[in-house]
């Protein structure tokens, strides 16, 4: 089996408490699971993307996991930028993540693939993985234009400088975050393979294959379902990742995959 990645989205939730709380409550459920064969730690990347503030609370906390940031300055790494945070900042305080054009950015804050382009290239630069996001609106699923939208979002890697094994792309239906509404399995693996073939083509084949996670309303239940389905290379999640409890069921079910369970 391949690897697979889970990485939690924390959005503009949590505060330095419950952050504790949360890691605490994690590292007991991990300890009391690490009966398991250690390789299948090792081929299962498990992270969670934090707002700025916390990241500096979680740096000395996560020994069991990675740790990301939610988003990156597209402006050099120093400067007379009021408010920005550089990808060398995120670097230096230990992220291995950081997730670029989410769709919330997209609509509330109206970042262009323009921007978005810029910005993976600072978080590529200063070695940090890139997770890029795609995905429709529901209208564009509708009208059919699904693919198109999404080609279109990931024309900018034909722009960028990708060192290998430094790009992550996480496919999420706008329609089906936080909604709970699950694509069908042919609709996920179709765009899925969609995805590796079009991000291949704009690289020009010179990466290795990249993974390509699914993000929207995944929860325990339906992790494994969807962890198994072809293309699918683990999880951007968002809403179960604030329960240490749900997200380490979500982390439970890439390890079964991986044991090929």
């Not at 609370?57 to 939610?70: E, K």
């Amino acid at each position: 089996m391949t690897n697979c990645w889970v990485i939690g989205n924390w959005k503009m939730h949590g505060n330095p408490s419950s952050l504790s709380a949360w890691l605490n409550e994690w590292n007991q459920l991990f300890s009391e699971k690490n009966n398991l064969p250690q390789n299948h730690f090792a081929q299962n990347y498990c992270g969670l993307c934090l707002p700025f503030p916390l990241l500096a609370v979680a740096q000395n906390n996560t020994s069991t996991m990675q740790m990301g940031a939610q988003d990156v300055s597209q402006f050099p790494n120093e400067g007379a930028f009021t408010g920005e945070v550089s990808a060398d900042i995120l670097k230096s305080i230990g992220c291995d993540y950081v997730i670029v054009g989410h769709s919330e950015r997209r609509e509330l804050l109206k970042e262009t693939d323009t921007l978005i382009a810029t910005k993976v290239q600072r978080a590529l630069d200063a070695k940090l993985t890139a997770i890029l996001c795609v995905g429709e609106l529901a209208a564009d699923r509708e009208k059919g234009n699904a693919y198109k939208v999404v080609q279109q979002q990931l024309q900018i890697l034909e722009t960028l400088d990708i060192p290998k094994q430094s790009l992550i792309i996480a496919y999420e239906p706008v329609w089906a975050i936080g909604t709970g509404k699950i694509p069908v399995q042919a609709d996920i693996e179709q765009m899925h393979e969609f995805i590796k073939q079009e991000g291949a083509r704009f690289t020009k084949n010179q990466l290795e294959p990249f993974p390509v996670l699914y993000g929207g309303s995944v929860k325990p239940e339906n992790a494994a379902d969807i962890f198994s389905y072809r293309g699918v290379d683990g999880g951007l999640i968002g809403g179960a990742s604030l329960r240490p409890s749900d997200f380490f069921g979500i982390f439970c079910a890439s390890l079964d995959r991986h044991a090929g369970k």
